[in-house]
């Protein structure tokens, strides 16, 4: 039996767990079979391991300090299949990316200095730099609940990360397909897209081009498994365009996202948004795809902009409508970078360790 130290974290709309790197690295076994075995993948309630049966809370977070003079810490995130025996490192969690600052202070690897601590943060999946900035008065974590998100009921303690230069960290290139709107036509469907890569790559769907209002309720559509097929159809379609796959049948489960787009009557809204990760509606937003979606709403010719219904060049902040309440994103320029990002609020939830079953791997076994 294998014994792994690890902390059970709320970041944003998200549960992780989260490990040091070194910790998973155990002889004879490779990250993606400890993981599977520890989540209890493959198995859609994942009954004999700590993932939760839910996109949103079958994520792992794995961190280093970083040895690069720019970052901190290192930061790997992993999408860990539920009824599939597969981990997706292909991508970004930006809920859960709110849960690394405040760890790694709590490990010693980042000191607190006066009453604000920023902390800067490598993604490995995708190269990004994150600047996080947490409260700490006068030299001291403040880990109290005191700031509201959407999508989460209780007061999270706040941490406002901002992603640096994120355009095409995936592709290499904002619109990928060099086009700010383009038709996608699979199983008799004709969606109207645009394909941008800005925090992670995201097909953004005009809704009412698929036959939607965009304000469905998330059940409504998770219970049509014809619609989800189609939509999973066009990005898979789009993953084509974008280079991400030679075929739709190569491309991952979780990149690039889709996304519902529409315009929103709400006084407090820019755009309405209905976003699918993993075959199913995210509950709000994944930040990620807030900071693409911010993106592609300054870019001339969007169906972002289209459906913002004004040109959108010079916002320093979306107010996008999800089925949790309103994300609000920022723009801002650092250093000479653009930084999008938000406000999200973390939690810890448990700490302890996780046990492991002796595992061997296929090209051990006897």
């Not at 993606?32 to 520890?38: K, P, T």
């Not at 755009?271 to 001339?300: E, K, W, Y």
């Not at 010719?301 to 999800?322: A, M, N």
């Amino acid at each position: 039996m294998h014994e792994i130290d690890a902390v059970w974290m709320r970041g944003g709309t998200s549960k992780c767990w989260v490990f040091r790197d070194a910790d998973l690295r155990l002889p004879d076994l490779s990250v993606d079979e400890v993981l599977l075995r520890a989540f209890g993948s493959p198995d859609h309630r994942q009954v004999d391991g700590v993932g939760g049966g839910t996109s949103t809370t079958s994520k792992a977070v794995i961190l280093a300090p970083s040895e690069r003079e720019d970052a901190d810490v290192d930061y790997t995130f992993a999408q860990v299949g539920i009824d599939e025996a597969k981990v997706d490192w292909g991508s970004n969690c930006g809920n859960c990316s709110a849960v690394v600052a405040a760890y790694a202070v709590r490990e010693g690897w980042v000191r607190p200095t006066g009453d604000e601590t920023v902390v800067r943060v490598h993604n490995t999946n995708t190269g990004q730099l994150i600047l996080q900035f947490l409260a700490t008065p006068d030299g001291v974590l403040d880990e109290e609940g005191s700031t509201a998100i959407p999508g989460v009921p209780f007061l999270g303690a706040p941490v406002r990360m901002g992603f640096v230069d994120p355009v095409g960290r995936t592709t290499g290139a904002l619109l990928p397909s060099g086009r700010a709107a383009e038709t996608v036509e699979v199983d008799g469907l004709t969606a109207t897209v645009t394909l941008v890569d800005a925090g992670a790559p995201v097909v953004a769907v005009l809704a009412t081009s698929v036959g939607l209002r965009g304000d469905e309720p998330p059940a409504a559509i998770d219970a049509d498994p014809t619609l989800l097929a189609r939509l999973d159809a066009v990005r898979r379609a789009g993953a084509v365009r974008m280079g991400l796959a030679a075929t739709p049948a190569d491309a991952a489960r979780a990149v690039p996202k889709l996304a519902l787009v529409s315009a929103t009557d709400a006084p407090d809204a820019d755009v309405r948004l209905r976003m699918l990760s993993m075959g199913q509606v995210h509950p709000a937003a994944p930040i990620t795809g807030s900071v693409a979606l911010t993106f592609a709403a300054r870019a001339a010719g969007t169906v972002v902009q289209q459906v913002l219904g004004r040109p959108g060049e010079d916002l320093s902040s979306l107010r996008i409508e999800t089925p949790a309440g309103v994300v609000t994103t920022f723009y801002d320029v650092h250093g000479g970078a653009p930084v999008v990002g938000v406000v999200r609020t973390y939690r810890r939830l448990s700490t302890g360790v996780v046990h492991l079953p002796q595992l061997s791997s296929p090209d051990t076994a006897a």
